[in-house]
């Protein structure tokens, strides 16, 4: 069965500085590998995705993610945050073309906070 | 290019009624999955429709049906509704089967009281 953890529930950056969300995957085969961030009250967005190839992926809104098969992980960085990225992150793992197990499998969430 | 859209946004209901919540998958996409999202908590999936079937289900109990139409929307209907049926549920669409990209809706928040 797939899993994903999240290990930080919350975390405050000050605007301006570098960020890093950390994600931890458990999948027996080639994971394909998501970040979405939900504001307050809404639905989830896209941030990037990785199936396969280069394991250093870009995505919207300047945010990147590296994919490392040997530590099972896939974090979230960006560089220089802003007010506006405040909001709920979630990791996701799916079983891509696994005939029968097209579901993504969600982490609890890191919630942002960005101060001043 | 209109993306997925869900209905109603808020709903209440009482223990023990039934609700039909209602999806339109973003053009072009003819896959629709539904995830309940309690509050604190990530996204857990209930099922998945493709061609007007069911193609995987989640760990939810039989109360939780659902239906796709011809034109690709959907309906999540919760019978017998109980209090931790209360969540934030979301319409997921995405083309063809396998667990690819899958762009979410708004979601409808439902409270049962």
Redesign the interface.
Known sequence: AQS?TQPDIHITVSEGASLELRCNYSYGATP?L?W?VQSP??????LL?Y?SGDTLVQGIKGFEAEFKRSQSSFNLRKPSVHWSDAAEY?C?V????????????????TRLTIIP | DAGVTQSPTHLIKTRGQQVTLRCSPKSGHDTVSWYQQALGQGPQFIFQYYEEEERQRGNFPDRFSGHQFPNYSSELNVNALLLGDSALYLCASSFGTGAYEQYFGPGTRLTVT
């Open positions: 994903v394909y998501f979405y009250g809404q639905g989830l967005q896209l995705k199936f979630f996701a799916g079983a891509g073309s696994d005939f029968g197990n097209e579901k993504l499998t969600f982490g609890t969430g």
